[in-house]
């Protein structure tokens, strides 16, 4: 729930140690509070009480194909510690703009032939994946993006966004949405 509280001190998980992006520690806010402000602690915690394996069921409900053999995870892929495709990225922020369906990405819309006739029309197709309320919290939690320095606008439409950062932030990902579009950006050092 948005406002349970979640602690973002230094923790050990078995081996594993997370780091957040900044190096710093905040204590104890709200899970609002910490998914807007990607702290990493909290979201590990989040993952070992519900378990990888139904984090990663609930990954490919939402249209990643590249989580396979759920052996190969551990408690960082939900900081992203495993290479997934970033159109399936994108596909997969476009359940929460549908409110809870999945719609699968599909980049070709139509094709028409030299005479104008149409030889193939996409035909997308809705399937509800996730549950519509929770959905609902989450693009609350996420809209506006201003977490940044300056809120993000699209056309004068206000939408909601996610930052990530890689190790050392070397990479830097934005996605934006609204209920009419999912934008995904990567910046960084290939």
Known sequence: ??????ADIPTRFGDYSPK?????????????DMLR????????????????????????????TTYEDYNNYG?????????IYLDEHAQAYGVFANGGDLVKLNPILKIEDSNGNIVYSANPQREPVADR??????NQIL???DTLAAPVYWDERDVAGKTGTT????????????????????????
């Open 1 to 6: 729930y948005p406002w349970s509280s979640l």
């Open 20 to 32: 957040n992006w900044d190096g710093l520690y905040i204590g104890f806010r709200t899970a609002r």
């Open 37 to 64: 402000w990607s702290r990493n602690i909290p979201a590990v915690r989040v993952v070992t009480t519900i378990g990888v394996n139904n984090y990663l069921d609930n990954a490919r409900a939402f249209g990643y």
């Open 75 to 83: 408690q960082s892929v939900i900081l992203g510690g495993a290479d």
């Open 133 to 138: 309320y929770g959905i609902s919290q989450v």
């Open 143 to 145: 809209y506006r993006l």
């Open 167 to 190: 190790e050392e932030n070397k990479d830097v990902l934005l996605v934006v949405y609204s209920p009419d579009f999912v934008t995904l950006a990567w910046g960084g050092n290939n």
